[in-house]
Each structure stands twice: as C-alpha cells, then as structure tokens.
C-alpha cells in the first residue's frame, strides 16, 4: 500500500508538472497585474513547493518507517489539497472583477489535464489518509 501511494503520489505530481509547464509557457510568472491572471504566484509555489515537501516527508516514511513522517506528509497534503481547491475555484470561468483576463497563463490549461490532476490527488490524499489511519 505505501509504495502505491508513492505511485499515486507520482503521477499527480507528473500532471501537476504539465501544468506547471503550460503555465510559465504561457508567461504565468510574468502575470503580476491585478485583473490578469487568477493564480497568484504565492498560491502557486506554495501549492508545489508542499506537494514536493510532503512527498519527501512520505519517502522518509516509505524508506526509514518513520511513522512521523507519514504523518507529517499527511497534513503537508491536505494543506496542497486546500491550495489546489483554492487554484480550481480560482481557474473556473465566473463573471467577478478578474473575469476579463482572457489572456491569462492558466485558461490554456487542458481540462483534461486539470481533471487529471484534481482526481489522482484526490486519489493520493485519500490513500495517504487511510495508510496513515492504518499505521496506527
């Protein structure tokens, strides 16, 4: 099971990368105007930098068995999962004051792939809850 949440892990950080990607192709980073862009740098680099802290925490877990770690990669996740929930409310198309920024990086984000994300680390919370519920 742990090394399944590792996968799970892995592949939501593998589409999170694509649309990283998409995203500073599309010039993200240099989307600092109020009214243009939707995703604010802090909610994004926050939003990656604990995912990447949270799956240390968890290969520290699946490596050495330390069971803190799991569940320190435990709450890491969940606050990653309130910043992707914060970036979905704030990619959905709605008619408030930052609706007009059709050129911003994140509309060319495949649904696809935003679909992708949110349900494999939905997926990897879940499993990370539940190995750690497990644990004890």
């Known amino acids: 099971m742990r090394v399944f949440v590792l996968c799970a892990w892995l592949i939501?950080?593998?589409?999170?990368?694509?649309?990283?990607?998409?995203?500073?192709?599309h010039g993200g980073l240099r989307q600092r105007t109020p009214g243009?862009?939707?995703l604010p740098?802090?909610?994004?680099?926050?939003?990656?930098?604990?995912?990447?802290?949270?799956l240390a925490a968890w290969s520290v877990y699946?490596?050495?068995?330390?069971k803190g770690s799991a569940w320190a990669a435990c709450a890491v996740v969940l606050i990653v999962a309130a910043f992707g929930f914060m970036m979905l409310l704030r990619w959905l198309p709605s008619p408030g004051r930052h609706s007009h920024g059709g050129s911003a990086a994140e509309r060319h984000f495949p649904?696809?792939?935003?679909?992708?994300?949110?349900?494999?680390?939905?997926?990897?919370?879940?499993?990370?809850?539940?190995?750690?519920?497990?644990?004890?």
């Open 12 to 25: 939501t950080a593998g589409l999170g990368g694509y649309l990283a990607t998409v995203w500073i192709r």
């Open 36 to 38: 243009v862009t939707r």
């Open 111 to 136: 649904l696809t792939a935003v679909v992708a994300h949110g349900m494999s680390a939905g997926a990897t919370v879940l499993l990370v809850i539940l190995e750690v519920m497990h644990q004890t």
């Open 62 to 66: 699946l490596v050495g068995g330390v």
């Open 41 to 54: 740098l802090w909610l994004v680099v926050g939003h990656v930098a604990l995912a990447v802290a949270g």
